[in-house]
């Protein structure tokens, strides 16, 4: 496929308690390479895509460590700067049942967070780019990294390349600074042709609420409003999540288009899910690699709420199986030993 | 909180076969401590109680190791004697679907075992205490044991300490000596203010036969029959459990308070268990929770039930989550990743 | 119980990635011992059967460790003949939910492929045998193979001794070389007492189609015409296996008995599957351990069912419980800890 | 080779903490089977013997697990009786530098040291036997091991069988209870025609002291004490041990032959050992493959010296090599990697 | 032992690659509790002592499972702090022949770093105390901790308890702030009773250079200059380390006491190290018990290279050893396996 | 730095025993991946040199995953063909002491080993490349691997690059077929820039013996044959091996220059080796990073020795450290833990 897929964000280190212990109840934690952007790299590779990752990683054995898990994976991390300062971690325990999983952040002051917005080369990071991919997670660590997005997205229109924004919002994140997630959220989707949101995400931005009916007639409402707020949008897609237990959830998929209604995916159930995170990375992926490839906007949603699915069943936060066993699903194969 | 909690009973070794193997098929055990009382005392520490656990432990690396275990759960452990003897041990494999987990007591002989009554100075083990308790394996062990826990009971009432037994009838354990079950186990819930007893165990002691109705009919002939019986009993309480599958029960809860009727906890469902051990201490514990900090008897109820639900979702033999995570369970927060 | 039960195939090492792991996503793999003959030895031995495995494994330490396992199993290993040549081996990745599992097998030109068939000296292998236990795969691996499987039933009929054939069709396997499925596995089933097929294993080798009606009517009128064709044979047997996903099954059993009917076994529902390797195997040794038993057909069944179910609860893929474990889950025990 | 060895003891356990860690800081046992006279069996099954082990284990996951592991070896173990009772352990600390390895034994009771005398069929166990090993173990653990050993030395004696014994005195064992350690290895030490012994051993069965000169002069003298006393005996062998470090020694090598004088091989260095237990046994096993097998005296000694250097540097309690890569040992073959 | 020991200083956990891996070769990092003065502190809770950590945790998993480590170890950590921040952490790469072990440190902003000097009441936190231990690397750390430790330090002495301090000079960690190391440290050694420390640390402290002769030489130098400099101090100790290569070193011992000479052990051979991290600190805490218990200066010395040559041998940054396997090489026990 | 290496060669995966053990001992095994000359392109990319490895791997999840494994460390490995067949495997026991590490083959028909000499582009595999690697074992494997290193050698000369030939002599594997290794051999010494060879490789090329002298002497002696023989050959370097042990050995280095004498580096010692497969492949890196960076020949073998010294010192079968790391050992820097 010609053009390359550009993610700009951060890479970062999970430690996670081996399988369902508490942190540190063994002496062990076993260590994946994640972060929303570099997850939808990581699938987008395993589909077959051109795919780059522009972001900054510590010059130190970590993120070496992360960067060459990266080109394992296919991607070009040539682009990935090395500078001073710290890897950008998260602790993880894993849930079951009745007991949620749990996320412990310790990426504060991070080399990537930290990294001055000027020192990205943007033209040179996005040649040969036919779609930038960012994510709300970005902006939401700092200035720096509010300002670099905003670069990111604006250069990669000045270059004829579109933008994918999921906006992946986490107040947990803005709090830590005094930036205003609506207003730089908002410029985010301003730039976007592609947006990865759900009613509460647009609402939150467009300052409305959107709790009419049930959760596709408030997806329609909330996409007829980006659509009329932001001229350049013409796809909104998001996932409906339902849980009926920690390891036992629903998803749908919804995917609202310019003029082209709302396409639906109705549920399919998984139960005993084996690794939830990455989760919406892998249906942004999925959707991305339908719409890149030219599928029709229906098959498009069906390709990414199956990526979605997949990787509920695979450890680590990307999924890396291939186009065909992703079709496989939406085509309802069996589900036997393939021998 | 003011006063400490006491319990008395074996500390364990739990060698269990990795994953669902059966024992030795992989050349490794995995180690837990554990032990019914250890247990109560593990998860009440969580909660935020002072804790001791009074017993005997082989003065030896296992030993030890045993008494760190307990020291790092933050329960106070200088209580436990050291003595030579060896440690109690159970070998453990996790069954699996249609297939049972198994337990292979070798705890004949330990050093709690053969440690005499003599040994233990009640007073002061039990200066400060607000409640001792007790479970119904230890008197199973041996005439030692047997005659050690009547010895702490009463202790603990002259002392002004409430009293709380576990009934825990293990058949197994009491064929291995000439103890006879109905006389020991009633001298025991002559001295409770609480026990944790279903309409079988109170038969057993009271040699009737409670089997009318439903469980939760049963229950309530039996409790009023042990009420009658023990004057000083006040609450009585126990879960209610069903299996689809080893990896699947349904777990519901009733008490019976003197002169306040039967409280019921409907059935919470439980599918892809990971650890089923030490489920009814952990709600024993909760329930204790409760009643020690004064919440109303439905809301300890229902605080032991969540605490018994969520030790099946931790590995180990003790529930060691704190009271947030365990009334989120009681509240229905959402299941998806804390973040 | 008196004479011994013999198979022939190939002993396989598996090599599988750790958990739900894709291939060397982590630097390890695990290793179990099958094959799906020595499946069936391997339970038939855990049911306290006599029995011995022939074939050829390497003479390295893969194929003295393969040796020494049927061993610890308690199979009689002594007429496995070690000669040049390398292991046959299979990757697996264990999949969940939505990803299949897969196998990858790396079997070709093993010592067992390669060995000639007048290496094999059946009348001594078979001495005291009562039962020849075959497979489909055996002869799908090439004309050495073909011609050994077909030399060892017709040795084993001359000397009295039953032969059971379970057909095992493998279309990859057949693909590899110019040898004729049909013509090849008739020539077996002309010697079978038993056989292990379902109506589309009978079809193949019939040249016919059995498609009208449900599962049961299809495997009625395929089995008459197997007991037509083939006037030796006695009994078939098959499961009946439906995937609710990857990790949860349905699995029926039906057994044609020559002028008894069919005998059916209603499905017993599996969720939360361990190990689905080998759940043909166990089953085909539980109806065997009921037919050499003296069991009535449809215990034989149940037992079989039985077996194949509880194969999916335990890591690996042979069958290692004991009688007793199979006969609990017939006869409906309880499914909480046996302690 | 003709005739079989029988080996009779206690079978047990090794539970030891993974690599150089202190019993329980990681929450996992590694396991091992292991005792005295197992080792002697399964390094002499390694060489090409028939060999069976006699004993008693506990008829429960353990036993069978422990019995399985002989059978994976090549060692008969269909003499070794299953009976109630628990399953002899030790856990085992693995030092280095200056930190000395611990044992902790946990082996009383078991169903081993509480089998009666009489349950074992002496003529049936020893029958085609050439040789019966014994240790100095067995009779420490107790009357009715000592009983036993007795019998089946003079058993073995009758059956026209040599009996070799090993000395292996350790005082622990031999102080929990009452049994006369110079008697009851004296009635052993006068049924041997091989005995494992150095001039502590032999100076503490005849009541002397042996401490005159150098160590061989040391064992000279002892073994021409031994002969004169013991006119059954033919050979007196054993290990000279140095410590340089926990995980540095020099082996060297003694063998007296009665009319033949002292056969001495010098030490070998033995820096970065890896597993120390069951040195002594590979010694032995390899002693008597020698002797079994018609090499002379000098050359067993140095196969023997091999076997038990060998030992040293393979995890477990019993060498299985080959007697191609002893002698290769002994030989002097270069040390790079075997390709 | 009366009086307890209060040690202040950062807890810190270890992240390290498994084996020699280097980092993230696995997807795994092993994890211990490690910091230079709770080192010291468990050491000395090993030894038999009351000690207690101040200092101050993050309240969070993993700052709770740091303060349970320390409380399996037994030391009381009930004065330890719990406030919001990260965790202090450090990456380790364990070394082997040629190739340097290396450490990363993630520790910057931690929780330590960040608590006020104000948070501490020193009073309450001193209770009790006879002796008050600290590093130089708490100063090191910045403005907050070099406060912190300055006023523990006059605290202590105030209090009529005794202080040691060990100079622990790390230029990198200095380099992170505009902290003046000599003023600093030097504000301590003012307070010490004890100090570890060489001729460089003295060097550094007093703005001299000690060069002049052999190890001992420049040390009794030193010493003696700093006890003209400090007079409240009355020892100074220090190892004398010299490599052969990564895990084969030699560990000497100075004692300078002042009006008492200088106190000499003869270095340790100690090749195949297991963990190096940790060992002056095993020093120091074996020097401390020597002093603490009123041994003689020499024995104390001993006591300490012998403390500080055992935690080569033992994985993990702390020596958890019992005084009498510390003695054991004083007294230059038999290194062969303990049964 | 400018202008690429390119690397022919199998990539096989290594499975091996884990720790000590004998291989499948433990249910499970350790996988690097690895090949002579996939070894070499690692180390020189670790170095910053542009690398690629070109070759046939199997298209399946095997192959995938080492062309993977090759990305992460840094290698371009787009000219990797991927074609229908098994991956080229090689099982591995890591001995200890005076037990030698093992070697099992199982690479015959391999993707690569069957894949057609004609199937490479080799204009446009070597386009930009300064020099190409190859070694002996490609030429060993068969007639299609010999034609394919010759045509290599060929394009690699008329395009300009620089040939560097490793003999790496096996004749296990010449054995396997009916090729001619000396006149194979002798056609690709005659494209050879640079070689690294022995005495005894030169010797085997040239009909010749040289054993005159020491290890200097001789491979002074056959050097010279060399330059004689082949005009295009400037360079050949050897290592110069002692073993002590399995885990001790000693390395010096050797290498001729025409018309430039022998460079002799003095052996290192090489105590408690971690693992020593790839220290050849490492020293030739070193050896041509040194020549391509344009080092003198005497600091280019000081290179290549301490690089091979490395290897040793880290798992896996390449050496992964940077320049600086590697200069360090060469100019003696100090060997405690760089913090």
């Known amino acids: 496929m010609t053009g390359k897929v550009v993610c700009f964000g951060e890479v970062l280190l999970r430690l996670s308690a081996p399988g369902h212990e508490l942190l540190l109840r063994q ?4 260590v994946h ?3 929303a952007e570099a997850n939808v790299a990581a699938a987008l590779a395993a589909f077959g895509h051109r795919v780059a990752v522009a972001g900054t990683l510590p010059d130190n054995a970590l993120g070496h460590a992360a960067r060459g898990e990266l080109r394992r994976l296919g991607i070009d991390a040539d682009g990935l700067a090395l500078a001073p300062g710290r890897m950008g971690l998260y602790f993880y325990t894993t849930g079951a049942g009745h007991r949620p999983s749990e996320v412990l952040y310790d990426r504060a002051a991070s080399a990537f967070a ?10 040179a990071l996005l040649a040969e780019a036919r779609l930038l991919h960012l994510s709300g997670i970005t902006p939401a660590l700092g200035a720096n990294t509010a300002q670099a997005a905003l670069d990111a997205a604006r250069a990669a229109r000045a270059a004829g390349a579109r933008v994918c924004f999921d906006g992946n919002f986490r107040a947990k994140l803005w709090a830590a600074w005094d930036g205003d997630p609506r207003a730089i959220l908002r410029g985010l989707f301003e730039q976007a042709d592609i947006a990865f949101a759900d009613h509460r995400d647009i609402g939150l931005v467009l300052g409305q609420v959107f709790d009419d009916g049930d959760a596709q007639a408030r997806f329609a409402a909330a996409a007829g409003a980006a659509f009329a707020a932001f001229p350049q949008l013409r796809r909104i897609a998001c996932t409906v999540r339902a849980q009926a237990s ?26 005993g899910i084996v690794d939830r995170i990455g989760g919406g990375d892998a249906f942004a992926a999925g959707v991305l690699h339908g719409v890149l490839g030219g599928m029709d906007d229906a098959a498009s949603l069906a390709f990414g709420q199956a990526a979605g699915v997949l990787k509920h069943y695979l450890p680590g936060d990307a999924l890396t199986l291939g186009v065909a066993e992703v079709q496989a699903l939406v085509d309802g194969e069996r589900l036997d030993v393939r021998r």
Chains 1, 2, 3, 4, 5, 6 share one sequence.
Request: aromatic content about 4%; proline content about 9%; charged content about 15%.
């Open 33 to 35: 390479v994640g972060g």
């Open 27 to 30: 002496p062990r934690l076993d």
């Open 246 to 271: 920690v390891d036992h959830h629903r998803l749908g998929a919804l995917m609202a288009v310019r003029d082209g209604g709302v396409h639906v995916c109705a549920p399919i159930e998984m139960a």
């Open 114 to 123: 930290l990294a001055a917005p000027a020192s990205y080369n943007w033209p």
